[in-house]
């Protein structure tokens, strides 16, 4: 299982703003993503197998399945969307990747944007949740946001932001040069409404030695 964006808002262009428009999107703003599924299992989802549905999460509306017409999309609740598979769907054979792009409102501006644990439930009801996507990590689960587009981080065309890396930092602060003054010593962040520094600086730049004594654990009073 792999999750990925496709196009951002940023990258939109007027097809597809008119399609998100017609899906009513709010503002006929949109962006896409896939959902990409390998059956890696050791038996093939048969042709016309209607015994089954795709459950998953998306924190955007999830507003239709742009490239097949063999699944439906249904949204269920809250974040909840589920795919049930039609008379007509081919089936899945043992190693096949199934690739669904799907419109969603608005725009997904991180990895984490996407959740795991999606899951499926049978004719009788009973859920799975599919095992390459059971984790708290997302690591493994969504590829990189730059991957289909180097803007794809950005929220609209004119987000004149620049994505910060290690690099960019060290030489914006380098720009800065040394800060003079000792107004930066009692900066908190985020700001507090008040603050009232007493007492001299501590110099620290030979380094510090700490010794707590010999450790005494406390009498239990229980």
């Not at 924190?59 to 609740?77: C, F, G, P, S, Y």
């Not at 054979?93 to 439930?121: H, I, K």
Request: glycine share 8%.
């Amino acid at each position: 299982m792999q999750l990925e964006v496709l196009t951002n808002y940023q990258a939109t262009g007027d097809e597809l703003a008119e399609r998100c428009k017609r899906e009513g999107g709010s503002g006929a703003i949109c962006s896409t993503y896939r959902i990409s599924l390998t059956n890696a299992g050791e038996a093939a989802l048969a042709p016309g197998a209607s015994e089954w549905s795709l459950y998953f999460h998306s924190v955007r509306r999830t507003l239709a399945l742009m490239n097949r017409d063999d699944l439906r999309l249904e949204h269920v609740k809250g974040d909840l969307h589920r795919l049930v598979p039609l008379a007509h769907f081919p089936g899945l054979a043992q190693g096949e990747t199934l690739q669904l792009d799907f419109l969603a409102e608005y725009w997904f501006q991180f990895e984490s944007d996407f959740m795991p644990r999606l899951f499926t439930v049978d004719a009788n009801g009973q859920a799975q949740v599919i095992q390459s996507t059971d984790s708290n990590s997302i690591a493994e689960l969504v590829l990189p946001i730059e991957k289909n587009h180097s803007d794809n981080w950005k929220r609209a065309s004119t987000d004149a932001n620049v994505l910060a890396t290690a690099a960019s930092r060290f030489e914006e602060f380098s720009r800065r040069g040394v800060q003079e003054g000792d107004q930066w010593q009692s900066r908190i962040i985020p700001k507090p409404l008040k603050l009232e520094s007493r007492g001299i600086a501590v110099d620290i730049s030979a380094g510090l030695s700490v010794d707590g004594g010999r450790y005494r654990p406390r009498p239990s009073t229980l």
